[in-house]
C-alpha cells in the first residue's frame, strides 16, 4: 500500500481525542504485518524493529482534534481532518518502514504512535517510561522542515468576583464582567518575555464566561488563557508574574502542571545531522527551524532522549474547517525517513 493510500484509510477513520480505539487497532495490524513486536498502553503503541544500539525513534500521535470530516482528494490535495495533523506523517512512517531492507537493520527501530497530543500528551506520558532511545523524531506537519525546538504552553484560569444586585440599580453592586474586561485590556498589553532563539512568548485570551441573568448585576466572570512561554519562565513564574501584574484577579493554572508542554530547543545534534542530510539525499534542501506550537518533543527531550520535530504538510492547514495536504509531500516525507533509517540503523 502506498503512503497515499495508507493516508486515505487513516483519514477515513474517525480519531478525535479520547476516540482511538479503531485507529489504533488499525495501526497495530499493519505494524504487525511489518514484522514489529508491539507493546500496547491503553490505545498508544510501541512498535520495536531490530535490536541493540543505536536505537531511532519515529514518534507519531493517533487523535485529531473535532470535527471528524473524510477524506477527498482532488490533484494532488488531500482533504480530511487528521490530513496534516498527523495522519500524513503516519502514513510517511509506516510506508518507510516497509521500503527498507530489515535484514539489514544494525540496531533497534521505535514506533511511537501516542494518544491525547491534541489534549494532555497523555499517551506520551503513558510510554515515556518505557522508551530508551538514542535520538527521536516526533512528525508533526513542518513543511518538511526540521523543527529543533518550540514554546513551551500554559493555560490559566482568571477570575473576577463581584457582588450580585438588580440591574436597575447597579450601583448597589460590583460588575464582574467590567472588572475582567479591564484585565482584558492589561494582559493584552502586558510585556512578553522574549527568547534569542525561541522568539516572543504570547498570551492569548480564548474563553470568557460570565454573569446569570440578564437582569443581574454579574458577581463573577471568569477567562481561560492560553500562554506560549520560553526560557526561564516556567509554569510557576509565569503564575507569580501573572498574580503580580493582575492583583485584582484570582488566578490558577487550569489543570495538573505536568499535562503542559516544556520549552525545547537541541543545538547542534547529530539527529539533526542525520536528518539534514537525509533531506539532502531526497533531493530537497534542508532547513532548520523553530516553531510557536507545541508538541510530544518537549517530553522526550526533557526525559534525556535528544528528539527533533519534521513532517509533512503545514501547521497553518492544522485545526482548520478544511484541513489538507499535499500528497507530493507525503511521499517525499517517507523517502526522507528511508534514508534516516538507512543513515542511523544501517551503517
Given at each position: 500500500?502506498?503512503?497515499?493510500?495508507?493516508?486515505?484509510?487513516?483519514?477515513?477513520?474517525?480519531?478525535?481525542?479520547?476516540?482511538?480505539?479503531?485507529?489504533?487497532?488499525?495501526?497495530?495490524?499493519?505494524?504487525?504485518?511489518?514484522?514489529?513486536?508491539?507493546?500496547?498502553?491503553?490505545?498508544?503503541?510501541?512498535?520495536?524493529?531490530?535490536?541493540?544500539?543505536?536505537?531511532?525513534?519515529?514518534?507519531?500521535?493517533?487523535?485529531?482534534?473535532?470535527?471528524?470530516?473524510?477524506?477527498?482528494?482532488?490533484?494532488?490535495?488531500?482533504?480530511?481532518?487528521?490530513?496534516?495533523?498527523?495522519?500524513?506523517?503516519?502514513?510517511?512512517?509506516?510506508?518507510?518502514?516497509?521500503?527498507?531492507?530489515?535484514?539489514?537493520?544494525?540496531?533497534?527501530?521505535?514506533?511511537?504512535?501516542?494518544?491525547?497530543?491534541?489534549?494532555?500528551?497523555?499517551?506520551?506520558?503513558?510510554?515515556?517510561?518505557?522508551?530508551?532511545?538514542?535520538?527521536?523524531?516526533?512528525?508533526?506537519?513542518?513543511?518538511?522542515?526540521?523543527?529543533?525546538?518550540?514554546?513551551?504552553?500554559?493555560?490559566?484560569?482568571?477570575?473576577?468576583?463581584?457582588k450580585s444586585a438588580h440591574a436597575s440599580n447597579p450601583a448597589l453592586?460590583?460588575?464582574?464582567?467590567?472588572?475582567?474586561?479591564?484585565?482584558?485590556?492589561?494582559?493584552?498589553?502586558?510585556?512578553?518575555?522574549?527568547?534569542?532563539?525561541?522568539?516572543?512568548?504570547?498570551?492569548?485570551?480564548?474563553?470568557?464566561?460570565?454573569?446569570?441573568?440578564?437582569?443581574?448585576?454579574?458577581?463573577?466572570?471568569?477567562?481561560?488563557?492560553?500562554?506560549?512561554?520560553?526560557?526561564?519562565?516556567?509554569?510557576?513564574?509565569?503564575?507569580?508574574?501573572?498574580?503580580?501584574?493582575?492583583?485584582?484577579?484570582?488566578?490558577?493554572?487550569?489543570?495538573?502542571?505536568?499535562?503542559?508542554?516544556?520549552?525545547?530547543?537541541?543545538?547542534?545534534?547529530?539527529?539533526?545531522?542525520?536528518?539534514?542530510?537525509?533531506?539532502?539525499?531526497?533531493?530537497?534542501?534542508?532547513?532548520?527551524?523553530?516553531?510557536?506550537?507545541?508538541?510530544?518533543?518537549?517530553?522526550?527531550?526533557?526525559?534525556?532522549?535528544?528528539?527533533?520535530?519534521?513532517?509533512?504538510?503545514?501547521?497553518?492547514?492544522?485545526?482548520?474547517?478544511?484541513?489538507?495536504?499535499?500528497?507530493?509531500?507525503?511521499?517525499?516525507?517517507?523517502?526522507?525517513?528511508?534514508?534516516?533509517?538507512?543513515?542511523?540503523?544501517?551503517?
Open positions: 500500500m502506498s503512503s497515499i493510500d495508507l493516508l486515505y484509510e487513516l483519514v477515513k477513520i474517525p480519531s478525535t481525542s479520547t476516540h482511538e480505539h479503531e485507529i489504533s487497532i488499525f495501526l497495530e495490524n499493519k505494524l504487525v504485518d511489518l514484522g514489529m513486536e508491539i507493546t500496547r498502553f491503553g490505545n498508544s503503541l510501541i512498535g520495536k524493529l531490530g535490536g541493540g544500539r543505536p536505537t531511532l525513534m519515529l514518534c507519531g500521535h493517533l487523535d485529531t482534534v473535532p470535527p471528524f470530516f473524510p477524506p477527498q482528494i482532488k490533484g494532488e490535495i488531500l482533504f480530511g481532518r487528521g490530513a496534516a495533523d498527523d495522519k500524513g506523517g503516519l502514513a510517511a512512517i509506516i510506508n518507510a518502514i516497509a521500503s527498507v531492507e530489515q535484514s539489514k537493520l544494525n540496531g533497534t527501530l521505535l514506533t511511537t504512535f501516542v494518544t491525547d497530543e491534541e489534549l494532555r500528551s497523555q499517551g506520551a506520558q503513558d510510554i515515556l517510561p518505557y522508551i530508551d532511545a538514542d535520538f527521536g523524531v516526533v512528525c508533526e506537519p513542518t513543511n518538511l522542515k526540521i523543527v529543533n525546538g518550540h514554546k513551551g504552553r500554559l493555560t490559566f484560569r482568571i477570575e473576577t468576583i463581584g453592586g460590583k460588575n464582574a464582567i467590567v472588572t475582567m474586561a479591564k484585565l482584558v485590556v492589561l494582559i493584552d498589553k502586558m510585556p512578553l518575555m522574549k527568547h534569542p532563539v525561541l522568539g516572543n512568548e504570547t498570551v492569548t485570551v480564548s474563553t470568557i464566561t460570565g454573569g446569570d441573568a440578564t437582569n443581574t448585576v454579574p458577581n463573577q466572570c471568569r477567562i481561560d488563557v492560553d500562554y506560549r512561554y520560553v526560557p526561564p519562565h516556567d509554569v510557576f513564574s509565569v503564575l507569580e508574574m501573572l498574580r503580580a501584574r493582575l492583583p485584582e484577579a484570582k488566578i490558577d493554572v487550569a489543570e495538573d502542571p505536568k499535562n503542559f508542554s516544556q520549552p525545547f530547543y537541541l543545538q547542534n545534534h547529530e539527529i539533526i545531522t542525520f536528518l539534514e542530510e537525509s533531506i539532502r539525499c531526497s533531493g530537497q534542501y534542508p532547513r532548520v527551524v523553530t516553531m510557536d506550537a507545541s508538541t510530544d518533543a518537549s517530553r522526550f527531550n526533557e526525559a534525556g532522549i535528544p528528539t527533533v520535530v519534521f513532517g509533512p504538510g503545514g501547521i497553518a492547514q492544522a485545526h482548520t474547517t478544511d484541513e489538507w495536504i499535499d500528497l507530493r509531500e507525503v511521499e517525499t516525507a517517507s523517502t526522507i525517513f528511508v534514508e534516516l533509517i538507512k543513515k542511523v540503523l544501517m551503517v
